[in-house]
T-cell receptor
Framework: DAEITQSPRHKITETGRQVTLACHQTWNHNNMFWYRQDLGHGLRLIHYSYGVQDTNKGEVSDGYSVSRSNTEDLPLTLESAASSQTSVYFC??????????????FGPGTRLTVT | EDQVTQSPEALRLQEGESSSLNCSYTVSGLRGLFWYRQDPGKGPEFLFTLYSAGEEKEKERLKATLTKKESFLHITAPKPEDSATYLCAASGAGSYQLTFGKGTKLSVIP
């Protein structure tokens, strides 16, 4: 069955360190998204990609970057981790609507703590 | 700016007590309205997509409906296993991005 996986599931890091969160999907979806989820804010879009070599900034992109070198993977990098980036991070993917549907399917999440 | 607002924030129901969750949206040229279920410690799970006013979709005890300004998730005779946070999201014309509401936390008491 197709799926979307994230690793690690839990991560503790120190302020100022670079951190990369992995996202891998086997849906063969063109579209991939990164969100963060915080109490009181809901899901907020960080970055998204509509295909290989395509990346775009979302609502809360400061301090984050992504790169898309293949269809399956969209790693999220925190350039210099800050305590404000302590959160739960979700990756999602969707089709391009050619079959009429473009709902997003989510991974299990990565809980990141910055100390 | 697209906005999605869900109410109530939290809802406690007795088992078998039917109710509705509300999602109001302000989106330029609605392309789709989405409902998700999220259990603690897990990623959101897709439930429904609604595309146009008047559309309805059902799955077990859940029925989603759509008007030009709102969507409702009706829960009929809920069971404790329906306890979860329900998220609503919308996408606008020409966009695959979703704007999410903050969710409604549903608790069904046996």
């Amino acid at each position: 069955d197709a799926e979307i996986t994230q690793s690690p599931r839990h991560k503790i890091t120190e302020t100022g360190r670079q951190v990369t969160l992995a996202c891998h999907q086997t849906w063969n979806h063109n579209n991939m998204f990164w969100y963060r989820q915080d109490l009181g804010h809901g899901l907020r879009l960080i970055h998204y990609s509509y295909g290989v070599q395509d990346t775009n900034k979302g609502e809360v992109s400061d301090g984050y970057s992504v790169s898309r070198s293949n269809t399956e993977d969209l790693p999220l990098t925190l350039e210099s981790a800050a305590s404000s980036q302590t959160s739960v991070y979700f990756c999602a993917s969707s089709g391009a609507g050619t079959s009429g549907s473009y709902e997003q399917y989510f991974g299990p999440g990565t809980r990141l703590t910055v100390t | 700016e697209d906005q999605v607002t869900q109410s109530p924030e939290a809802l406690r129901l007795q088992e078998g007590e039917s109710s509705s969750l509300n999602c109001s949206y302000t989106v330029s040229g609605l392309r789709g309205l989405f409902w998700y279920r999220q259990d603690p410690g897990k990623g959101p799970e897709f439930l429904f997509t609604l595309y146009s006013a008047g559309e309805e979709k059902e799955k077990e005890r859940l029925k989603a409906t759509l008007t030009k300004k709102e969507s409702f998730l009706h829960i009929t005779a809920p069971k404790p296993e329906d306890s979860a946070t329900y998220l609503c999201a919308a996408s606008g014309a020409g966009s695959y991005q979703l704007t999410f509401g903050k969710g409604t936390k549903l608790s069904v008491i046996p």
